[in-house]
């Protein structure tokens, strides 16, 4: 029970955090241009301090080593989970400006904001390294394959102009966030200590990322219009996706491979998450719809509060 209360404060605090995005841009605080500035400042500066405080205080290079193989799970899940968004968006003959949006949305999870302080409270500390685990394969997904999808939605991507140069690819997959991940698992791979000071910078700074993050899903909703939101059919695909199918093919996977019960039961939780608070930010700065990606955070994250604890209890009868 104490577990379930964890899971639904969790959910209700980042909700908070969008209604004070949204109220403050009701109060005139926010337009949409400030707002574009605090997607540039959390892609930008917050999520690669985060990224290298978060790998460089949590893992050891003897711990990654020995976890390494483990990854390959979560990695084969995302990647079939990423093709059948590919068919569902054929399917549900999701919009062009979306496509790629919906795609990203629909495999990749809120891996860290709520499915580390859930999986911390529902197994204990002993599940870290497991939620690491995914955590990596998720993160390498989205700061990869998921930006070039949510880019090909934006002006003056693949959706508009039918080509995109091979610099062009590269700009948009190595990206802050993505050099801030690489830079710290090298550094961790080379035994690098980083002065105190440099490490609470980034602390600090990475800390900006999740509040951040919600502001702008707020401000984002608040210039969308509560009322002309209306629920599509590729909505419900992206729900169906990040709560039924992408949960459902790591039970499958990990149900008869020879791994500790920890770690499936983790895999599954972690792929049941709602959607990457991050996406609306990345659309926002690739000029793709920052408004779409916005509802479907908080719609996902709202769900949650119901479908989590059915996985909760899922997870139990795994062997």
């Known amino acids: 029970m104490n577990v379930l209360v964890l899971a ?10 969008i209604g004070t995005g949204y109220y403050l841009s009701a109060r005139k605080w926010f337009n949409q241009v400030n707002s574009g500035l605090i997607a540039k400042l959390v892609t930008n500066i ?17 711990k990654l080593m020995h976890l390494a193989p483990g990854v390959v799970v979560p990695i084969v899940s ?25 795609s990203s949305m629909f495999f990749n999870s809120n891996s860290v904001f709520i499915g580390i302080p859930l999986n911390l409270a529902l197994f204990g500390a002993e ?22 999808l949510i880019s090909k939605d934006g002006v003056g ?9 091979f610099s062009a690819v590269a ?8 050099i801030g991940f690489f830079l710290a698992v090298i550094l961790l791979m080379l035994n690098v200590k980083l002065p105190d000071f440099l490490m609470s910078y980034f602390k600090f700074t990475g800390n900006l990322t999740t ?7 707020g401000i984002s ?13 590729d909505m419900l695909g992206i729900l169906l996706g990040r709560f039924v199918i992408a949960p459902g093919i790591m039970i499958l996977i990990v149900w008869f491979l020879p791994l500790p019960l920890l770690m499936k039961q983790v895999f599954v939780m972690q792929a049941a998450m709602p959607v990457m608070t991050n996406a609306p930010v990345v659309a926002k700065v690739n000029h793709a719809d920052s408004e779409y990606a916005a509802i479907m955070v908080t719609v996902s994250t709202i769900t949650s509060l119901f479908i989590v604890p059915i996985w909760m209890l899922i997870v139990q009868i795994i062997h």
């Not at 700061?143 to 070039?148: E, F, N, R």
């Open 46 to 62: 917050a999520l690669p301090a985060y990224m290298l405080h978060f790998i460089l205080t949590d893992f050891s290079r003897d």
């Open 8 to 17: 639904v404060e969790s959910v209700i605090t980042m909700l908070l955090l």
């Open 211 to 217: 509040p951040l993050s919600m502001l702008f899903i």
């Open 171 to 178: 700009k948009k997959v190595i990206n802050p966030p993505l």
């Open 127 to 148: 599940s870290l390294p497991y939620v690491l685990l995914y955590y990596f394969a998720n993160t390498f997904f989205f700061w990869t394959l998921g930006v070039q």
């Open 157 to 165: 991507g693949n959706n508009s102009s039918g080509k995109t140069s």
């Open 78 to 102: 995302i990647v079939i989970t990423m093709f059948v968004s590919f068919a569902f968006c054929k399917l549900l003959k999701v919009k062009d400006g979306r496509k790629g949006t919906f």
């Open 221 to 233: 909703i608040f210039f969308t219009g509560i009322t002309s939101i209306k629920f599509t059919k």
